[in-house]
């Protein structure tokens, strides 16, 4: 069992820059990959990054990559999202997630655990 926390979330201007914590708590969360998706008010939840603890490989939606970095503290079990040159686009509930073994990591019925999620608001 894992829970997850997630904060860091807030109001910033276009083109500024947030980071997002997702502290998660439970036995051996250094073996489950993690995962950060969002979701803006009227549409789908959108996947936008992902951290694989086999090889510690990193995946990114095409709408972030090179402005967001997913990293992971196994020693503190956190999990952080990096997001950089924001755009109004971004602005959206931001939840992390977090599964033994996901089958795919852009898919969010993949993952077992979720926090509540935290908002981020980007202004023009």
């Known amino acids: 069992q894992v829970q997850l926390v997630e904060s860091g979330g807030g109001l910033v201007q276009a083109g500024g820059s947030l980071r997002l914590f997702c502290a998660a708590s439970?036995?051996?969360?250094?073996?489950?990959?993690v995962a950060w998706f969002r979701q803006a008010p009227g549409t789908k939840r959108e996947f936008v990054a992902a951290?694989?603890?086999?090889?510690?490989?990193?995946y990114y939606s095409d709408s972030v990559k090179g402005r967001f970095t997913i990293s992971r503290d196994n020693a503190k079990n956190t999990v952080y999202l990096q997001m950089n040159d924001l755009k109004p686009e971004d602005t959206a509930v931001y939840y992390c997630a977090a599964d033994l073994a996901p089958r795919e990591y852009d898919y969010g019925l993949a993952y077992d655990y979720w926090g509540q999620g935290t908002q981020v608001t980007v202004s023009s």
């Open positions: 439970g036995r051996a969360f250094i073996t489950y990959s």
């Open positions: 951290h694989r603890w086999t090889g510690s490989s990193t």
